[in-house]
């Protein structure tokens, strides 16, 4: 953990420079199903913005996968990331939050954003509290309808599976996704800080997890709840 006379010290954004040193890090460390830097994005996203906030021990092992070449380099990764998270929150409350995208490349060549491996990250951020998700999810439509375009995108992406019968979304309808994810994220945010956990869902954390709730996740071909 890093001490917190120093993070008070800490810029709140990363430099384009330290999101690049981030994002090669992850890259050379990226294993099975291992997250670069769009999905860390997204997982810290969903963490930030969630019912019941996961702690760094919870999150880290998503993104850490090896261990470090020494202690400097463990320290400076880990900075790099608790910034990350803390730039979310920081945007969140300017009301400036983007996500951290991935890129595709075209047939012909050019490029297009992808939220391919962003939808992943914050779909295993919503999974470190399922079951708060899932129960309020069961209740109350709004917090849906709050969550539509991320979960088109994740639908289109092959990150959720549904029973439901969903066409495709074309390269307009795509666009038009992304262009909301930053609202998207805002507005959830601002559902559970006005709308935080009852005791009856705290409580309900611990049983057996239903068959109601989100789309169910696909991780490697694996279909998951």
């Not at 990331?81 to 050019?110: F, H, M, V």
């Not at 909301?180 to 956990?197: D, F, K, M, Q």
Request: hydrophobic share 40%; glycine share 8%.
């Amino acid at each position: 953990m890093v001490d917190e006379p120093l993070a008070a010290q800490w810029e709140p954004m990363l430099s384009d420079g330290e999101l690049e040193e981030l994002d090669q890090f992850l890259r050379a460390h990226a294993g099975e199903d291992a997250l670069l830097l769009d999905g860390v994005h997204g997982l810290l996203s969903a963490i930030n913005i969630g019912p019941d906030r996961a702690t760094p021990e919870e999150w880290l092992p998503e993104v850490l996968h090896d261990p470090f070449a020494d202690e400097d380099e463990g320290k400076h990764i880990l900075e790099l990331l608790a910034r990350l998270s803390e730039s979310i929150q920081y945007e969140l409350e300017a009301d400036a939050y983007e996500p951290i995208l991935g890129e595709i490349e075209l047939d012909d060549g050019n490029t297009a954003l992808s939220a391919q491996g962003w939808c992943e990250g914050f779909s295993r951020g919503v999974d470190m509290r399922a079951r708060l998700w899932e129960t309020r999810l069961g209740v109350d439509t709004r917090l849906t309808e709050l969550l539509s375009p991320i979960m088109a995108l994740a639908v289109e992406e092959g990150v959720f599976e549904t029973d439901a019968e969903i066409a495709p979304l074309n390269e307009v309808e795509y666009d038009e996704c992304l262009a909301h994810l930053p609202a998207a994220v805002g507005a959830v945010a601002h559902y559970w800080h006005e709308l935080p956990p009852t005791a009856d869902e705290l409580a309900a954390r611990a049983e057996p997890e239903g068959e109601s709730g989100p789309p169910r996740r696909r991780r490697g071909g694996q279909s998951v709840h």
